[in-house]
């Protein structure tokens, strides 16, 4: 890279309160590609690694002329956050990438390595991180309300969110597009919030949570066959009688409802451990089998 598009490169202390110290920070003299400057990045973590020195833990790209964050800054994050981290849409529209690769299109300072990196790289955890700032901040809360309380469903079915945290992530003033059981849960939520139940607000939301998106799969599992790390193992005949009869595919983070006999609990699907079968983690239950919420 010219020296005359980069203007520094340092590792001084922070230059105001936005800046943390121990980070590097690239500053560009004109406005250059986001796709340009992490490959610049790209080649400097590997002449560090050559030389025996650590990579860098954190890099924050500042291209000059920065736009402010718009709407269509927000679409691309929530979009980004469905079709990445729930799987569950077709991709990011191309036009959009190309504007977010270009700097047209931006996201917040603090999550942008980790958007580029899992972008580059395809690395879940850095979309995690990026999806765990956008909740704790509310970033898409108000935008979309509904994405952002299916990524809290999402984080908190995988320990990255703790039951506490849910009563203040909910309390959601914006509830356009929630339908009337996200709506209840947001009003519970709020209600908790402000008249200080949280422990009983934890309780009514958990299990109303679990039936947003709602899965109808249901495996049999023994509550008392787990592995050493405590979850419940899925090689039963019984499981694989399921699995065969509603056509699943086991895959990390289906979520689904397991019974046995007369009870009953939400679980989430898990890769194969040191035993190499398929296991499930309880997020909520057992309860007797009438009292089953689907999954």
């Not at 981290?85 to 690769?101: F, H, K, N, R, T």
């Not at 320990?159 to 945290?165: F, G, I, Q, V």
């Not at 008249?195 to 039936?211: A, F, Q």
């Amino acid at each position: 890279m010219s020296s005359a598009l980069t203007k520094r490169v340092l590792t001084a202390e922070p230059r105001d309160r936005q800046e943390q110290p121990g980070c590097i920070y690239l500053l560009f003299d004109q406005k250059i590609s986001k796709r340009v400057a992490y490959s610049f990045l790209g080649c400097l973590e590997e002449c560090l690694a050559c030389i025996g020195r650590a990579q860098l833990a954190q890099v924050r790209v500042d291209p000059a002329g920065g736009a402010i964050v718009g709407a269509e800054d927000y679409a691309f994050l929530a979009h980004l956050l469905e079709s990445g981290l729930l799987a569950v849409g077709s991709g990011i529209d191309p036009v959009q990438m190309d504007a977010y690769w270009s700097g047209d299109i931006g996201v917040p300072a603090p999550i942008d390595a980790d958007v580029a990196t899992y972008l580059l790289r395809a690395d879940s955890d850095a979309l995690i991180r990026a999806a765990l700032w956008a909740v704790h901040n509310h970033f898409v809360s108000a935008t979309h309300p509904a994405l952002h309380m299916r990524v809290v469903r999402w984080l908190f079915a995988r320990d990255r969110l703790a039951r506490s945290e849910l009563p203040g992530l909910l309390a959601l003033m914006s509830r356009q597009g929630l339908g009337h059981d996200g709506e209840a849960i947001a009003q519970i939520a709020m209600d908790a919030v402000e008249e200080g139940r949280l422990d009983e607000g934890e309780e009514l939301i958990v299990p109303m949570l679990w039936c947003l998106g709602a899965s109808s799969a249901r495996l049999f599992v023994d509550f008392n066959n787990r592995d050493a790390d405590g979850h419940l193992r899925l090689d039963l005949c019984g499981t694989q009688n399921d699995i065969a009869a509603q056509s699943l595919v086991l895959q990390d983070g289906l979520i689904a409802t397991g019974y046995d006999g007369d009870l009953a609990a939400a679980i989430i699907v898990i890769g194969p451990g040191s035993e190499g079968v398929w296991r499930a983690r309880i997020v909520d239950g057992p309860w007797e089998e009438l009292r089953t919420f689907n999954v």
